[in-house]
């Protein structure tokens, strides 16, 4: 063998790897993000009765809100800091991806990070309100 096929064949194996993997990369981004998205929406369908039974209207409760998110992150298995702010709820998800082809070369794992954010809202004949 060459060590003009070696390198060659090792370029190939990284350029092939980076393709691979860079696209898993970018999938294992957009189910963070999904499972961000889903938590925060998770945490903001918890409702503070209190202030419904007391005509206040709609509002979230913060730990039940808190702690429904906590339990989705915790359904799924991935790290995750939930907080809400006035009737917001924020997740951000923290994960990693360990490359497949580039991991063979002793790249990885990858950090995964993702942000999210459900807002309450009231919707009256179509129209928030």
Partial sequence: MTAWFATVSFALVVIVGLVLDGGAQLHAEERAFGIAAQAARTGGQQLDTAAVVASQGFAVDPDQAVTAAHQYLADVGVDG???????????????????????????????????????????????EG
Avoid at 86 to 112: I, K
Wanted: hydrophobic share 50%; charged share 15%; net charge negative.
């Fill in 81 to 127: 800091t939930v907080w809400v702010d006035d009737d917001q709820v924020h997740v951000v998800v923290n994960d990693s991806y360990t490359p497949v082809v580039l991991g063979m070369l002793g790249f990885g794992p990858f950090p995964v990070e993702a942000t999210a954010s459900a807002r309450l809202i009231r919707v009256v004949g179509g129209a």
